[in-house]
């Protein structure tokens, strides 16, 4: 008996070697360690244990970092209260996944009695599971500890499956799960390069928002995904499946900035269609159109600045004042010439996120705009401003056009807001709330604007300029070069998603292509040393 | 042999109530007769903070008079039914040495940390209320806890340093359930016994610290300070544990409440922060009785206060900026309004406070609130004469009802004279020229 489980243990330390040795051998480091977002961790959870496993808990908010919250997972870590949230997580996951309902699916194998320790039960159960939540295999004193733990608790409760909840417990708190460690070993020519675990995960993480599924450890375990050949294997395994658009749609509420409507209000008063599921209603449509023209559509896009076509329902369709007779709770909708719509910018999202609870605001709107699509964050004003003049409502200057036209005026203040205003004034033909308007106190709106020596009119102009823009382009792979590796999107070079962009460019502008051709660039998995050193 | 928790804890789980080896933890349990008597045990002292963006009209709080006699003035009316237990400075500053002054952060920094900011948006220390419940919150549930009315997650002025803040409860709900739900122990229960549960899961979190080697591998720098932040939290809930193995210590002439409902309106919206404040500031108070915290961080708004009146389309921030100064009155109205409803709201804490009677006095008397806010003066962005204000008695060791016409001296000897009365063994804070050895002397009893 005793020889049984040596054998079996030995089999298994053996796996638990393959990852002690990487994680021993000189020269390897930890080139990034990225705390996983909520979504990370339930979609992980659900694909580990399946989606009958409930997680509740509360998870610790990021911070948006050169336009990302990505880039935080890299910097923030775990403080008292969040473990305390982790922990209590962990053992109700565990809990649940021993119960009598799901232990047949679960638990592979039997103990030989339900009411003793059973060590070579434990061990296969908590190295698969510990394999899956660490993204690599335990080691040996990892996969000691915990089988010590379940004997010991099972022995006490005298029930197996008690024993087996609290070692599983004991991974799903673990840093190995919370974290992502990026480890990377020394590579040909001297360089570092991320192992083929840590590649897993990367990829996984990046186009499905979860944890790498079994063929993908696989690739990982047997080097396969460490070769060209075997990347883009599953490079297209995982591009091809209809979970990319989960991965995607956690890039773009990212990129976008969709949980922004989490810590706005709009004004009850002047605003009452504004109602509660407005703002999830005004994300979706957002997700849902970039989306539909991302990987449905495979578009060019550059279509985001200027198609009139997206998807809405009906509590949009009474802000957009557009008819709304279909049966099913999202149709597609082309808005009229007519109606000054052009794509995203005139999206009730982003109108609404970037504008004060009761009135819109040009500055905000091209802050946002400038930040988000052209990868041009605005400098902070400087502390002494004097804004009572340009923006007293009852003065002579009526309109926010006028009031802001001060600005061009002001040396100081003209060298950022002639870069900002123009934007945000071409779309005030749009409401806080994302309504059209045409008049603002009684004067006609007047929604001209020039822009890097550009003239042009409404939304519908400054679709067109930011569709001819290079910037554009460039932005959307500097921003999901950044999201993919948890980087300041500010600080990345040009170089390092010039691979990408070229790729992105000759397609056509196709996000897949994009995508395709960051993760295939030789550089994607060499540890960026300096990159990383920067975020420090 | 060496005797390691988990060799003592073994025997435990299912079983019996029985005597445990480890230091901190005493026998208190009915059947040894005399247990950690609630009655006659000294009351600890309990800190607070209130933070509130936006900052107040100078020509309308300063009183004229320094010292104990001063005359209340219009904005600092709301406060008038606790000016004995109340102490204001005006005319305090912040030297910012090299650093920057960050709009709408220099400020809340340097009140909270003595430390003029190097980067926006991040405190170069722990905050003060940290390093207060470092010292005072061993046996407590819970460390600290921190609340935001406006339902904002990041609106959290307590922090371990760097980015990395206390995430605050959003909901009066989310506060009840974190202080009150599961793993609540009612003090005045008849029946307590030591949860063998808890104990279990100390073996838990024992094998996760176990890994701390090996997870500290071949990190660089930074990365091995989050990791070893992770396992500091880990230890920290370890301590929770250990508390909660002990019977409850302190009664107080409280009734825990009724969880509120699930349906109240959180955000931005006046109305709203005036129904969350109290509510907040309520459930706030009772933790603190009860000793589920000794450090209760309350937050009504972000540095550039979101909060708006509904109907006014500008809102308290842009209204700073853009309301025009009264050519006649010398400052902004509106903006003077928005001000007092900050300290109206920070009376309503102060109301909780002083409500619940505690030994010979009231709960007040035996906290200090560390009032703060981001500007002086929200127009320009400036912090001289950044608003502070400090009421409770810290358990008759801080005296009360005085205006400290500050002379030009650092703010930071506010967070100062609050440690000292805290009963810190601290003789300077602050670094570089916020650093200061100078409490307010004639406040400390």
């Known amino acids: ?536 | 042999m060496k005797l390691d928790r988990r060799f003592l804890l073994r025997g435990m789980f299912h079983g019996s109530a029985a005597t445990m080896m480890v230091p901190f933890l005493d026998c208190f349990l009915d059947s040894k007769g005399k247990a950690l008597a609630a009655t006659g045990q000294k009351v600890p002292t309990r800190f607070n903070t209130f933070f509130f963006g936006c900052g107040l009209t100078k020509q309308l709080w300063v009183p004229k008079t320094a010292g104990q006699n001063y005359e209340t003035t219009s904005q600092l009316k709301p406060l008038e039914a606790y000016k004995s237990k109340l102490n204001v400075f005006s005319g305090l500053r912040i030297p910012f040495d090299d650093n920057p002054n960050y709009q709408h952060w220099s400020g809340v920094a340097a009140a909270a940390t003595g430390i003029s900011p190097t980067k926006n948006g991040q405190f170069d220390s722990k905050t003060i209320d940290q390093q207060i419940a470092d010292v005072i919150s061993r046996g407590a549930r819970y460390k600290s806890v921190a609340a935001a009315a406006s339902g904002n997650p990041k609106e959290s002025y307590s922090s371990l340093g760097g980015l990395n803040t206390l995430p605050p409860e959003t909901t009066p709900l989310a506060l009840y359930t974190r202080l009150f739900g599961p793993g609540f122990q009612d003090p005045s229960s008849g029946n307590w016994k030591p949860d063998p549960a808890i104990m279990v899961q100390q073996s838990v979190l024992s094998v996760v610290a176990d890994d701390r080697k090996r997870a500290m591998m071949n990190l660089g720098a930074s990365d091995k300070a989050r990791m070893d932040q992770y396992f500091t939290s880990v230890r920290e809930v370890e301590l929770q544990m250990a508390t909660q193995l002990q019977r409850p210590e302190l009664t107080a002439k409280v009734a825990i409440p009724p969880a509120p409902t699930n349906d109240m309106l959180v955000n931005n919206a006046l109305p709203n922060i005036r129904k969350v404040v109290p509510l907040m500031s309520k459930l706030g108070a009772i933790a603190l009785a009860t000793d589920q915290t000794r450090v209760f961080n309350l937050s009504v708004s972000e540095p550039a206060s979101q909060i708006f009146i509904p109907g006014d389309s500008l809102g308290y921030h842009q209204s700073t900026h853009e309301e025009p100064i009264d050519p006649v009155l010398g400052y902004q109205p509106r903006v003077a309004q928005y001000n007092v409803h900050s300290m109206e709201l920070f009376a309503m804490l102060l109301g909780e406070l002083d409500g619940i009677q505690e030994g010979d006095g009231t709960l007040l008397d035996h906290s200090l609130v560390y009032a703060f806010t981001d500007q002086s003066f929200a127009k320009i962005h400036a912090v001289d004469g950044l608003p502070i204000l400090v009421a409770g008695g810290a358990s008759g060791r801080m005296k009360g009802g005085f205006h400290v016409a500050g002379d030009n001296s650092t703010v930071s000897r506010v967070g100062l004279t609050v440690q000292k009365a805290m009963g810190m063994s601290i003789d300077s804070w602050g670094i570089n020229s916020m650093e200061t050895k100078s409490p307010f002397t004639e406040l400390l009893a």
């Open chain 1, 1 to 536: 008996m005793r020889a049984k489980i040596i054998i079996l243990l030995a089999s298994v330390v053996a796996c638990g070697a393959v990852a002690a040795t990487a994680l021993e051998a000189s020269g390897s480091q930890v080139v990034g360690l990225r705390r996983l977002t909520e979504n990370e961790y339930r979609n992980s959870i659900a694909d580990i244990f399946g989606k009958q496993i409930k997680v509740q808990g509360t998870f610790e908010p990021g911070i948006r970092i050169g336009g990302l919250t990505a880039a935080s997972t890299a910097v923030l870590s775990i403080t008292p209260g969040g473990f305390e949230s982790y922990s209590k997580m962990a053992d109700n996951i565990a809990t649940q996944v021993v119960s009598e309902g799901h232990r047949k699916q679960l638990i592979s194998c039997q103990p030989k009695s339900a009411k003793a320790p059973d060590d070579a039960c434990a061990t296969q159960v908590l190295s698969h599971y510990g394999f899956q939540l660490f993204r690599r295999p335990l080691t040996a004193e990892e996969l000691r500890s915990r089988v010590a733990l379940v004997r010991t608790m099972t022995k006490s409760s005298g029930d197996f499956y008690a024993g087996l909840r609290y070692g599983m417990a004991t991974l799903l708190q673990s840093p190995e799960f919370l974290f992502r460690k990026e480890m990377a070993i020394p590579a040909a020519g001297g360089t570092l390069a991320l192992d083929t675990y840590s590649r897993a995960t990367r990829l996984s993480y990046l186009m499905w928002d979860t944890t790498p599924d079994a063929e993908l450890l696989a690739s990982a375990q047997s080097g396969e995904l460490a070769t060209p050949a075997g990347l883009e294997k599953q490079v297209d395994r995982l591009m091809a499946s209809p979970r990319l658009e989960v991965g995607m749609r956690a890039f773009f509420t990212d990129m976008f900035m969709l949980d922004t409507f989490n810590v706005i209000s709009k004004d009850s008063l002047f605003y009452p269609k504004w109602a509660g599921p407005m703002a999830a209603a005004a994300q979706e449509e957002t997700l849902r159109s970039a989306l539909d023209l991302a990987l449905t559509k495979n578009g060019d896009m550059r279509e985001l600045m200027v198609t009139r076509k997206t998807l809405i329902n009906r509590s949009l369709a009474s802000i957009y004042g557009v008819p709304f007779s279909f049966n099913g709770e999202w149709a597609p909708h082309e808005f009229s010439p007519e109606s000054g719509r052009s794509g995203l910018l005139t999206q009730i999202s982003m109108l609404a996120m970037f504008s004060h609870p009761g009135r819109s605001s040009p500055t905000k709107r091209g802050v946002a705009m400038n930040e988000i699509l052209l990868c041009e964050p605005t400098p902070t004003p400087p502390n002494n401003v004097d804004f009572s003049e340009v923006n007293d409502e009852t003065g002579p200057l009526k309109t926010v056009r006028e009031r802001l036209m001060a600005h061009a005026a002001d040396k100081t203040c003209s060298s950022c807001h002639n870069a900002v205003d123009p934007i945000g004034l071409s779309l005030e033909g749009f409401d806080t709330i994302g309504g059209r308007r045409e008049r603002e106190n009684g004067e006609m709106i007047d929604v001209s604007a020039t822009l890097a020596g550009k003239s042009f009119h409404g939304a519908e102009g400054l679709g067109k300029f930011l569709y001819n823009s290079p910037k554009f382009p460039s932005c959307v792979a500097r921003k999901l070069y950044s999201y993919a590796n948890g980087l300041n999107s500010e600080e990345v070079e040009n170089a390092a998603f010039k691979g990408g962009l070229d790729a992105f460019q000759k397609s056509g502008y196709r996000l897949r292509a994009l995508i395709k051709g960051l993760v295939t660039d030789p550089k994607f998995f060499t540890a960026s040393m300096e990159a990383h050193a920067k975020a420090e």
